[in-house]
């Protein structure tokens, strides 16, 4: 069993930048897909954005052109860095990571980390 570890999140005023981080410890698989999905009290959980093994990343809409995801290969860590943001990026942030071991594919979730933004 592989346990994200995730850090970054706490309260910003909006408008202010923030980040959080994911690292993917003791792993021997290959990461495919390191992202962040996010929730907000009461709302499903939903992509907000992904870094492919690929070299390309999607993105929710509503975080396009503000949020910029990044990951190290080297260090099994992702990155997302939020920009201008806006009370409605409130939520607990999970990260999320597929795995493939031999022939098979692992998904594991982070925690979750609170994110508020709020004046």
């Known amino acids: 069993q592989v346990q994200l570890v995730e850090s970054g999140g706490g309260l910003v005023q909006p408008g202010g930048p923030l980040s959080v981080s994911c690292e993917v410890p003791?792993?021997?698989?290959?990461?495919?897909?390191m992202g962040w999905y996010r929730q907000a009290p009461g709302k499903q959980r939903d992509l907000v954005a992904v870094a492919n093994s690929d070299g390309s990343a999607d993105y929710a809409d509503s975080v396009k052109g503000r949020f910029t995801i990044s990951r190290d290969d080297a260090k099994n860590t992702v990155t997302l860095q939020m920009n201008s943001l806006k009370p409605e990026d409130t939520a607990v942030y999970h990260c999320n990571v597929r795995v493939r071991s031999g022939v098979w594919d692992y998904i594991y979730w982070g925690q979750g980390t609170q994110v508020t933004v709020s004046s």
């Open positions: 003791g792993s021997s698989g290959s990461m495919l897909a």
